[in-house]
Nanobody, 125 residues
Framework: QVQLVESGGGLVQAGDSLRLSCAAS????????MAWFRQAPGKEREFVVA????????AYADSVKGRFTISRDSAKNTVYLQMNSLKPEDTAIYYC??????????????????WGQGTQVTVSS
């Protein structure tokens, strides 16, 4: 079992930056892929970004490339999502997720074994 707790969401203006954190506990995530997904009101959940913990390989959704960056801190067992140049269309609940499969597979399937509770990000225009 992997437990995931997100933090860092909030209300910002368009163009601002925000950093989300996801603290993992339980089973070691060293052999996992960590990912962020988001779900906007009335829309399906969508993949945002994933990182393979062991190799650092990353996969990004086209909509966030160049604006969002995923990183990890092994000492803290925490993954971060740095979001820059935020747009109103980035407004969503952001979920941290973990899965034993490769980052490319997580990105393609849009599914993970473990999920956090989500954190709200609201970007005003």
């Amino acid at each position: 079992q992997v437990q995931l707790v997100e933090s860092g969401g909030g209300l910002v203006q368009a163009g601002d930056s925000l950093r989300l954190s996801c603290a993992a506990s339980g089973r070691t995530v060293a052999t996992y892929t960590m990912a962020w997904f988001r779900q906007a009101p009335g829309k399906e959940r969508e993949f945002v970004v994933a990182v393979r913990w062991s190799s650092g390989f990353t996969a990004y959704a086209d909509s966030v490339k160049g604006r969002f960056t995923i990183s990890r801190d092994s000492a803290k067992n925490t993954v971060y999502l740095q979001m820059n140049s935020l747009k109103p269309e980035d407004t969503a609940i952001y979920y941290c997720a973990a899965d034993p499969r490769a980052a490319q597979i997580v990105a393609a399937l849009g599914r993970c074994d473990y999920w956090g509770q989500g954190t709200q990000v609201t970007v005003s225009s």
